[in-house]
T-cell receptor
């Protein structure tokens, strides 16, 4: 099975940088996703990592270490609109299996 | 369509009644997924489709839950004899193929309340 851990809540200041960590314990690995979910809305895709290293996309970056079962999402130049829940998801390692297992999410509050 | 469409957006039903939730994925997306999310919780996997077949039904909570997909497009999730613990937001998502790197595109969900 898959076990995914994220902090429940984080608070940061507008303009600052915040790092949201995700650790996972799985019997295999086939890709890790980050999603953003604003209150009352559906999740939206942010990033995908399957190889070790950093993937940068504008103000958002995601890092993966497969040997450590660890990922983080880095948000720079925080804006108020970044207040949301951030979900880490690991794809089922079985060949041709598409489902992802989601963590419970990290609720980020950005303060002025 | 341009996005994933789910209907109804809200459903209030009496305990013991059956409900049908509908999902219309993005045109051309071969993979379709059903998740549910209880208040303040993460997403719980229910079932996914590759084309019209469902390789993994392991997430369906009980035999009261079933789903089908026809024509490689629209999917319906049926819950029979609803219980209060079935109350949640049911999210449908699609992706181009089962193992693509673009993640899921989610619909806005159906908020189910069983009273």
């Amino acid at each position: 099975g898959q076990n995914i851990d994220q902090p429940t809540e984080m608070t940061a200041t507008e303009g600052a940088i915040v790092q949201i960590n995700c650790t996972y314990q799985t019997s295999g690995f086939n890709g890790l996703f980050w999603y953003q979910q604003h209150a009352g809305e559906a999740p939206t895709f942010l990033s995908y990592n399957v190889l070790d290293g950093l993937e940068e996309k504008g103000r958002f970056s995601s890092f993966l270490s497969r040997s450590k079962g660890y990922s983080y999402l880095l948000l720079k130049e925080l804006q108020m609109k970044d207040s949301a829940s951030y979900l880490c998801a690991v794809r089922d390692p079985r060949t041709n299996a598409g489902k992802s297992t989601f963590g419970d999410g990290t609720t980020l509050t950005v303060k002025p | 369509g341009a996005g994933v469409s789910q209907s109804p957006s809200n459903k209030v039903t009496e305990k013991g009644k059956d409900v049908e939730l509908r999902c219309d994925p993005i045109s051309g997306h071969t993979a379709l997924y059903w998740y549910r999310q209880s208040l303040g919780q993460g997403l719980e996997f229910l079932i996914y489709f590759q084309g019209n077949s469902a390789p993994d039904k392991s997430g369906l909570p009980s035999d009261r839950f079933s789903a089908e997909r026809t024509g490689g497009s629209v999917s319906t999730l049926t819950i029979q004899r609803t219980q209060q613990e079935d109350s949640a937001v049911y999210l449908c998502a699609s992706s181009i193929e089962v193992r693509d790197s673009y993640g899921y595109t989610f619909g806005s969900g159906t908020r189910l309340t069983v009273v």
